[in-house]
């Protein structure tokens, strides 16, 4: 079988969390098919000792568990060449949350290396030395970097070519003209009293591209007015 063209490597402390729900529906399909690649590593396998050891206490004293910087840099470079033309991504609530340009940018390149943190974080050394890019998804603290590698795999695979059915489908969703998505109905045309809105009902293309723009920047304008250009 051919190299699927997008690659995935995700080092972690728990690869059988993986594929996990990459597995099923759109991505579990594409996975199937060779579109996109999965490979979870287990970092515990650059362990030090009898019990291979990853973590130790902070310097400095205080609560939890560091990933060590050596254990990490081993697990990545053994993952990945230094001419590995994939971006190598940290999961961290300290980095840029993750948005829909980003995630278009991943999504048109080579793949990603993510690493997953776990306890109290990584030793800082790591993240300079093997030049790892800080990834948030979000103002939260999860209790590990695993679920937000999915969440980040996820939002590029199903970018890739040929894994959503109609190819427009990506075009015109939330974020990616800077709005929030318009409505959506479908059958039944009456719902407990509720109707579907007239417009969509008349087969009037230029209108219902109207209405849909100004309902998605009315919903823009109420729920994130930050996503609306500066003026
Ligand atoms: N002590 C850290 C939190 C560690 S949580 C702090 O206060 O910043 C353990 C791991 O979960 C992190 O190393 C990271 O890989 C992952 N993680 C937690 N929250 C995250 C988020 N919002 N986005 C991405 N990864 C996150």
């Given at each position: 079988m051919t190299e699927a063209p997008w690659r995935a490597t995700v080092l972690t402390l728990f690869p059988d969390m993986f594929p996990g729900p990459l597995g099923l529906s759109l991505a579990g399909?594409?996975?199937a098919r060779s579109v996109w690649s999965l490979e979870a590593r287990d970092i515990r396998d650059h362990g030090r000792g009898r019990h291979r050891a990853v973590d130790d206490t902070p310097a400095g004293g205080g609560?939890?568990?560091?990933?060590?910087?050596?254990?990490?840099?081993?697990a990545i470079d053994a993952a990945s060449p230094a001419d590995d033309p994939r971006p190598r991504l940290l999961m961290s609530p300290r980095g840029r949350p993750l948005d829909q340009?980003?995630?278009?940018?991943?999504?048109a390149g080579p793949?990603?290396?993510v690493v997953c943190g776990r306890f109290e974080g990584v030793d800082e050394r790591?993240?300079?030395g093997r030049a790892l890019e800080e990834v948030?998804?979000?103002d939260y603290v999860l209790s590990g970097g695993e679920l937000g590698a999915l969440v980040l795999m996820d939002a590029c695979v199903r970018l890739l070519p040929g894994v959503m059915g109609k190819e427009a489908s990506g075009s015109e969703e939330s974020f990616e003209n800077g709005l929030l998505e318009y409505p959506h109905y479908t059958r039944p045309r009456e719902w407990e009293g509720r109707e579907i809105p007239q417009i969509l009902l008349s087969g009037d293309h230029g209108k219902i591209a109207k209405w849909r723009r100004a309902e998605a920047e009315k919903l823009t304008r109420e729920r994130r007015p930050d996503l609306l250009p500066k003026r």
């Open positions: 399909d594409a996975l609560a939890g568990m560091v990933l060590r910087a050596d254990v990490l840099a081993e340009a980003r995630v278009r940018a991943l999504a793949g990603v290396l790591v993240i300079a948030s998804i979000g």
